[in-house]
């Protein structure tokens, strides 16, 4: 049952990566036939960044932290806030500036948890 299992998740993690592979191939060319590249564009390439780091670590590790799919989550929910914003207001600079925001801070908050400067850090008992 476990090799079927392993096999089963290679299988499903090879067909992650060439969706992926299309998916970038696609907005990339979009890109280029529209002549612009928008924040949000940078945005989706950079959440296909992160699912490909996803299936590279998925592979070497058989595993995966919350890192990466929390990363993933804050990037497409700023995309989302952004084209929300455009949608609805022409100048959208607000929703940008929320989105840019939002990932800043997650990004401050995943680098900082395991720092001393939080006092997360677990003290032996003697």
Do not use: C
């Not at 929910?77 to 940008?96: C, D, H, T, W």
Request: net charge positive; charged share 20%; no cysteine.
């Amino acid at each position: 049952m476990d090799k079927i299992t392993k096999n089963l998740q290679l299988i499903l993690l090879s067909i992650i990566l060439i969706s992926t592979i299309i998916a970038v191939g696609i907005e990339i060319r979009t890109m280029f036939i529209n002549k612009s590249v928008t924040l949000a564009d940078l945005l989706l390439m950079f959440l296909y960044l992160e699912v490909l780091a996803m299936v590279r670590v998925f592979w070497d590790q058989q595993s995966i932290s919350i890192t990466l799919p929390l990363l993933i989550a804050i990037t497409a929910l700023a995309r989302f806030i952004i084209l929300q914003g455009k949608e609805m207001n022409p100048s959208g600079l607000v929703y940008e500036a929320v989105a840019i925001l939002l990932i800043a801070g997650a990004i401050v908050v995943l680098r900082l948890r395991h720092s001393d400067k939080l006092g997360l850090k677990k003290t032996k008992k003697k």
